[in-house]
C-alpha cells in the first residue's frame, strides 16, 4: 500500500510539472477516507467515473487564450487513472467554434449538474467520451430576439470483453430560442445513437459513410446490417426533446423550468410515451441555488398495456452494454443500463457557494420503493489558500459513508 501510494505521488509530481510550463495553475485536492464508496450513492454517482474510495488525487485547471480554451482534469484513484473532461476549444469566430478530447455535452447547457440528478443522455455519471465536436449559434437577421444553437459531435466508446471493436457514439442537435423580456424560451432536438464496432456473437457492424448518414437520419440499416437492423432503425438510439423556460427577476433572481422527454424509437419521438422524462424547476440567487427534480420512465409507450412491447430506454439488444461506458450510465444514474426498470425519482438538490464557503445537499426519493432515500451533504471550507472538508452519503441499506478532503490553491 504505502509503495503504491510513494509511486502515485510520483506521478502526480510529474504531471504538475510538466502542466506547469505555459498554462497558469488551479487547484489540487487530497481526498481520503477508510471506506469502499462504490454503494454510496452520492459519493460514487455523478462523479465523472471514478470511485472516490480511500485514495483520490484531483487536479483542475483551465484557461482561455485569444483562440483557444483550455481545460484539463485529473484524477488519480486506487485502481483508476482519468484525464475525464480535459480538452482544447478553438474558436472559429464568436459564435462556432471545435472542441478536441475527453468532453461530456454541448447540448441541454441549462442543467445544473452540481446539484442535478443528470441529464437523460449525457451526464457527469461516467468518464467523458474521446470526441471531437462542433458547435454554432446563429441570430435571425430579421427577428433579434431569435437565434438557433447547433451542434454535432464523433465519439469513441472503449474495447471490452463484448466489444472487439470500439463501437462510435453520434451527437447533434438543434435549439430555436426566443428572448423576450428578460425571459428565455428554448426548445431543442437532441439525437444520439451508438453505432459501428465490432460486437461479440453480433460481428462487425456497418460503419461506412452511407452508414453514417443512415445513422444521421436515424434510418434502417442497409443489406450488410443485421436483420432487425433492416426491420428497425441501424444501431441504438436516444433522444430528447427539450423544453426550457427561464426568467430573470429582481436582485439577480432567477427561475428556471425544464422538461427532457426521452425517446428511443418513434413512438416515443411522437410523444406515444406521455410524460416519460426529466422535469424540473431551479431556483437561484446570486450563489445561492436549489432545484426539485421528477424522472418517469414507466410508461414506455404502452399506455399500462404491458403485452405490448416496451422502450427500454438504456437497454439494448446487440450493444449490450446498453447506455453505459466503463461500467457506469452515460446518463440519468436513477436509470439502469443492465435492465429495465421502470422509476419514478422525486430529487432536490441545494448548493451555496463563496469565496470561503462551499456545500450542498442532494436528496432523492425512489417513489417506487417507500423506504428508499438516498442523501448526500458536502461541506467545503477556504482557508486563505488551502481548502479542507468532508462528504457523507448512504448507501441502499442505509449504511453511512464519511469522506474527508484536504485541497491547495496553487
Not at 26 to 55: C, M, P, T, Y
Not at 135 to 145: D, L, R, V, W
Not at 339 to 364: A, C, D, M, Q
Not at 394 to 405: G, H, K, M, R, V
Amino acid at each position: 500500500m504505502l509503495s503504491q501510494l510513494i509511486n502515485k505521488t510520483k506521478l502526480v509530481v510529474l504531471i504538475l510539472s510538466l502542466c506547469s510550463f505555459g498554462f497558469p495553475k488551479d487547484s489540487f485536492q487530497l481526498i481520503l477516507n477508510n471506506n469502499d464508496l462504490n454503494d454510496a450513492w452520492w459519493l460514487s454517482k455523478n462523479r465523472k467515473g471514478v470511485a472516490e474510495s480511500h485514495f483520490l488525487i484531483k487536479i483542475n485547471r483551465n484557461q482561455i487564450y485569444n483562440k483557444l480554451n483550455y481545460n484539463f482534469e485529473f484524477r488519480l484513484g486506487n485502481e483508476t487513472m482519468s484525464f475525464s473532461n480535459s480538452y482544447i476549444e478553438i474558436l472559429i469566430n464568436s459564435n462556432n467554434s471545435i472542441r478536441i478530447g475527453e468532453f461530456y455535452r454541448l447540448h441541454s447547457t441549462y442543467l445544473n449538474d452540481d446539484i442535478s440528478s443528470g441529464s437523460l443522455l449525457i451526464s457527469n455519471n461516467a468518464q467523458a467520451l474521446r470526441k471531437i465536436g462542433f458547435n454554432g449559434k446563429i441570430t435571425s437577421k430579421n427577428y433579434k430576439n431569435l437565434s438557433f444553437d447547433y451542434g454535432i459531435s464523433h465519439g469513441f466508446l472503449d474495447k471490452t470483453d463484448l466489444y472487439i471493436e470500439a463501437p462510435y457514439l453520434h451527437e447533434k442537435f438543434i435549439y430555436s430560442n426566443l428572448n423576450l423580456n428578460d425571459s428565455l424560451f428554448s426548445f431543442g432536438l437532441v439525437h444520439t445513437a451508438i453505432w459501428a464496432g465490432h460486437v461479440q456473437g453480433f460481428g462487425k457492424q456497418p460503419s461506412t459513410f452511407e452508414d453514417f448518414f443512415r445513422i444521421f437520419r436515424a434510418s434502417h440499416g442497409s443489406d450488410n446490417a443485421l436483420k432487425t437492423d433492416q426491420i428497425n432503425a441501424l444501431g441504438n438510439h436516444l433522444g430528447v426533446w427539450d423544453f426550457v423556460f427561464q426568467k430573470n427577476l429582481f436582485n439577480e433572481k432567477n427561475v428556471k423550468v425544464y422538461y427532457q422527454h426521452l425517446f428511443e424509437d418513434d413512438s416515443g419521438f411522437r410523444f406515444k410515451n406521455k410524460y416519460d422524462g426529466l422535469w424540473g424547476i431551479e431556483f437561484s440567487k446570486r450563489n445561492l441555488s436549489f432545484l426539485l427534480e421528477y424522472i418517469d420512465t414507466t410508461d414506455q409507450s404502452v399506455n399500462g398495456d404491458f403485452t405490448k412491447e416496451a422502450d427500454s430506454y438504456y437497454n439494448h439488444g446487440v450493444y449490450q452494454h446498453g447506455w453505459s461506458f466503463q461500467g457506469n450510465s452515460l446518463g440519468n444514474p436513477f436509470i439502469s443500463f443492465e435492465e429495465n426498470i421502470p422509476v419514478r425519482i422525486l430529487h432536490f438538490g441545494l448548493s451555496k457557494n463563496t469565496k470561503i464557503l462551499k456545500y450542498k445537499i442532494l436528496l432523492s426519493k425512489n417513489l417506487n420503493i417507500s423506504n428508499e432515500v438516498y442523501y448526500g451533504f458536502f461541506f467545503e471550507r477556504k482557508l486563505r489558500k488551502i481548502n479542507y472538508g468532508f462528504s457523507i452519503a448512504n448507501n441502499l441499506d442505509n449504511n453511512d459513508y464519511l469522506q474527508f478532503s484536504l485541497g491547495y490553491q496553487l
